[in-house]
């Protein structure tokens, strides 16, 4: 009993994010690099991307600098953990997984799966069942949800694991890989910078998520002042803004 109420003590008493990077004068951003349109890293080393232009929003409105971090789709959550970057903008997922261990704010744009493939092949891979045939190697990036949504689904089809993200397209249309499955942004957007490719009913998507900002888990002053934020960029029209310019949608 003593033990609880001393960590309750202990949760009170510490500060909030909020209050740490406003104290601080810059917010750090965790960015993979490697998620277009949401978060590129180009050779210079600069950023590019909806989330990017969404980190500068946010920075402004907090008053502070932006600083980002560069990161990975397997130490994503850990980065937070160990408090290398306040939160992580990347095209993340909201995942029940995931908010057993960090925050995740609101939705701020609706995503689904769907199969990258190649123009020609639109005839013969039609569904999963056509895509789960031995034989068939389906590329995916590791620790995401792509690569869960692949394992829980693929059980005949060969499973290839490309560390960078960006390079899976290529990977497709040059044959290397068959399939990737991925978010339908992703996919529309590939297939609109490669004719080789072609993403397959993104607007009937296999499943039906949101993309959000990941946050420590115990900071509620942190994460209401992120969602109020949502909203008002929501109302301001801004947040249509980035959508469009960067997803077309």
């Given amino acids: 009993m003593h033990a609880v109420v001393l960590a309750a003590l202990l949760l009170i008493s510490a500060p909030s994010r909020l209050d740490v990077i406003l104290e601080r004068g810059h917010i750090l951003v965790g960015m993979t690099g490697d998620y277009r349109p949401f978060s590129y890293l180009h050779e210079d080393g600069t950023f590019e991307g909806l989330d990017v ?49 960090v925050g995740l704010s609101d939705g701020y744009l609706s995503i689904g799966k769907c199969t990258l493939i190649r123009a020609s092949d ?81 607007d009937r998507p296999l499943t039906s998520e949101e993309l959000s900002y990941m946050i420590p888990r115990d900071d509620p002053v942190f994460l209401n002042w992120i969602n109020l934020w949502l909203h008002q960029m929501e109302l301001d029209g801004n947040l249509d803004s980035l959508r469009d310019r960067w997803t077309g949608r």
Avoid: C
Wanted: proline share 5%.
């Fill in 122 to 202: 639109q005839d013969r891979f039609t569904g999963l069942e056509a895509i789960d045939q031995p034989g068939i190697r389906v590329g995916v990036n590791p620790g995401g949800t792509n690569e869960r949504f692949v394992r829980a689904h693929i059980s005949k089809a060969e499973i290839v694991v490309i560390e960078n993200n960006l390079a899976i397209p290529e990977a497709v249309a040059t044959g290397r890989v068959d399939v990737m499955i991925t978010d339908n942004v992703e996919a529309v957007l590939a297939a609109r910078r490669d004719p080789r490719l072609h993403a397959v009913a993104p």
């Fill in 53 to 101: 232009e969404a980190a500068r929003s946010l920075a402004g409105a907090l008053g502070v600098d932006v600083r980002f971090v560069k990161t990975s789709w397997p130490t994503l959550v850990q980065g937070i953990l160990e408090g290398r970057y306040d939160i992580a903008m990347s095209g993340v997922t909201r995942t029940l997984e995931r908010q057993k261990v």
